[in-house]
């Protein structure tokens, strides 16, 4: 079993940087896919961005594409979102996420990932 923190939100101008991270614990989710989700108030939860289970790829939504880095940690098992020049659109819960087994395939709904972070709140105000 695995079981997934998300630290570091907070509260944040328009413009500004936070990073979140995702500590794991249980076993190591190094070699697995692994995600950032977002959801806002009254909405579904969104994808972010995603790892593969090597390192050799990501992806991210569109709307934080080229502000958001996903990254990780192996040393410490850790998954980190690095969220430059915030927007108040911005402002939502973020969750982390794992795959259950190893495989290669990039993922991009949140049905396809089986272990999930309590979520860490992010706002940002204008």
């Known amino acids: 079993q695995v079981q997934l923190v998300e630290t570091g939100g907070g509260l944040a101008q328009a413009g500004g940087s936070l990073r979140l991270s995702c500590a794991a614990s249980?076993?190591?989710?190094?070699?697995?896919?692994m995600a950032w989700f977002r959801q806002a108030p009254e909405q579904e939860r969104q994808f972010v961005a995603l790892?593969?289970?090597?390192?050799?790829?990501?992806d991210y939504a569109g709307s934080v594409k080229g502000r958001f880095t996903i990254s990780r940690d192996n040393a410490k098992n850790t998954l980190y979102l690095q969220m430059n020049n915030l927007k108040p659109e911005d402002t939502a819960v973020y969750y982390c996420?794992?795959?259950?087994?190893?495989?290669?395939?990039?993922?991009?709904?949140?049905?396809?990932?089986?272990?999930w972070g309590q979520g860490t709140q992010v706002t940002v105000y204008s």
């Open positions: 790892i593969d289970w090597s390192d050799t790829s990501t």
């Open positions: 996420a794992a795959r259950g087994r190893p495989d290669s395939g990039l993922y991009y709904s949140s049905f396809r990932y089986d272990y």
């Open positions: 249980g076993r190591t989710v190094n070699n697995v896919a």
